[in-house]
């Protein structure tokens, strides 16, 4: 099958209730489940789903074991190409080892070191890309094409979806055995949509709303206008590397419309009280791009209840990164 046969085949398929209920027997079989812990914030106790201490950091584990381990024979003896700013790529590279599979990443020049030498440490072989004047897809597809491998994208794949759809239904099902209720609202870090609009079909009677970095709110944008709207020309700089997204896809947005998902955008202070918010009230080292969503929460631009669900998704980042952000 070509790269171009394998993408016409994802792109047919649309993610649901049934993919995600499977999804979540194959990473039970595989993983435990991260920790609900209860946090009280603004009078009310939230529960924050600590994604971060997955084995590669990350909620994308989910996403790309779902999509690896449904691959044939022949399909996995290929291999596997994807592009990610660094968590993706951990959780292709942690998934295809397991698998015996070859794993190429594009991967930006600027991603964080920490991101770039985990993903080689566990086999993968990475490209890099110049993530302002070259186009990742472009590039894997190239890969892709050459090598006969599949192509998985970080979040434009019904696999994908689904299996990042599973950490809702985790919190969900955490939550209804710690307190009986079931979640209300989902608060959810945001790129390219492929956690939340997972999360979205996961548990279909909770609000959702998203969380971008300001000045790559394209998602949020997107559902404020009704249709997909890029980032704008010469976005500022931001620590959330992965959340810079340019333009997300079709896939994940009509799910989120459909759902009548929100956004709201956090700045960098912002961020940064959460990621000490995480530290000293939590425990947890978050990266910025996996504090957003907490942030929204913390600077009270999102109303919250005692059965909001906040997601904290990831903890990948440099030392001098944190320590930057953390004040230290």
């Known amino acids: 099958m070509t790269a ?16 995600i209920l499977r999804a979540d027997g194959k990473i039970r079989a595989i993983l435990p489940p991260t920790p609900l812990l209860p946090v009280e914030i603004a009078g009310a106790r939230i529960w924050c789903k600590a994604e971060s201490l ?43 080892r397991r698998l015996a599979m070859p794993a190429t990443i594009v991967m930006p020049a600027d991603a964080p070191l920490a991101k770039v030498e985990s993903t080689r440490a566990m086999g993968a072989r990475v490209i890099f890309y110049d993530r302002m004047t070259e186009r990742r897809e472009v590039i894997a597809e190239r890969l892709a094409r050459d090598s006969g491998a599949i192509l998985v994208p970080s979040f434009d794949d019904p696999w994908v979806v689904e299996g990042q ?29 492929g956690l939340a609009s997972g999360c979205a079909l996961a548990v279909p009677d909770a609000r959702i709303t998203i969380v971008e970095p300001e000045g790559w709110d394209d998602f949020g944008e997107s559902l404020r206008h009704g249709a997909i709207v890029p980032v704008g020309p010469n976005p500022p700089p931001t620590r959330c590397d992965a959340l810079q997204t340019l333009r997300i896809a079709p896939l994940t947005f009509d799910i989120l419309q459909a759902r009548g998902a929100s956004g709201v955008a956090v700045s960098e202070p912002e961020v940064a009280d959460a990621m000490r918010f995480a530290m000293t009230r939590l425990g947890l080292v978050l ?30 980042v440099d030392p001098a990164t944190y320590c930057a952000m953390i004040g230290t």
């Open 4 to 19: 171009q046969s394998q993408a016409s085949t994802a792109t047919a398929r649309q993610p649901d209730l049934a993919g």
């Open 54 to 96: 997955q084995p590669i950091g990350a909620f994308k584990i989910r996403g790309a074991w779902h999509r690896l381990s449904d691959m044939t024979a022949e399909e996995r003896a290929a291999g596997v190409v994807a592009f990610s700013s660094g968590n993706h790529a951990q959780g292709i590279a942690w998934s295809a």
């Open 165 to 193: 759809g599973t950490t809702a239904l985790e919190a969900a099902r955490q939550m209804e055995e710690q307190t009986g209720k079931m979640p209300t609202q989902l608060v959810i870090c945001c790129g390219g949509g």
């Open 287 to 316: 990266e910025p791009g996996g504090a957003v969503a907490l942030a929204a929460v913390l600077a009270g631009k999102i109303a919250v209840d005692d059965a909001t669900i906040v997601t904290l998704s990831g903890r990948n």
